[in-house]
């Protein structure tokens, strides 16, 4: 079955950066348009970011244009997401989803989540 794990997360201070990975497994990963989505404390999931099978088409939500970069590695079956000049409302669970840019509801397969929080 799909699996997808994400690791990176943690605390970082205001305008500081990390990097998020997902491993996956369970399909044909080089075959699919994957997803960075979000959920901030108390707030439904997020859109954040997507990339295309072949990485080289891809696509950011405006909050995030400029300081995230999404990218994959389809040989190590892995996705990232460098965030850079993080700000407090960057603070979330990322997850890695197996899904396009535009979908509507929240039926797809996502990774249990990395926390990044974004504080002094």
């Known amino acids: 079955q799909v699996q997808l794990v994400e690791s990176g997360g943690g605390l970082v201070q205001p305008g500081g950066s990390v990097t998020l990975s997902c491993l996956a497994s369970?399909?044909?990963?080089?075959?699919?348009?994957l997803s960075w989505v979000r959920q901030a404390p108390g707030k439904g999931l997020e859109w954040v970011s997507s990339?295309?099978?072949?990485?080289?088409?891809?696509s950011y939500d405006d909050s995030v244009k400029g300081r995230f970069t999404v990218s994959r590695d389809n040989a190590k079956n892995t996705l990232f997401l460098q965030m850079n000049s993080l700000k407090p409302e960057d603070t979330a669970v990322y997850y890695c989803?197996?899904?396009?840019?535009?979908?509507?509801?929240?039926?797809?397969?996502r990774g249990q989540g990395t926390q990044v929080t974004v504080s002094l």
């Open positions: 989803a197996k899904r396009p840019k535009y979908y509507s509801g929240t039926n797809y397969a």
């Open positions: 369970g399909f044909d990963f080089g075959s699919y348009t």
């Open positions: 990339i295309n099978s072949d990485g080289d088409r891809t």
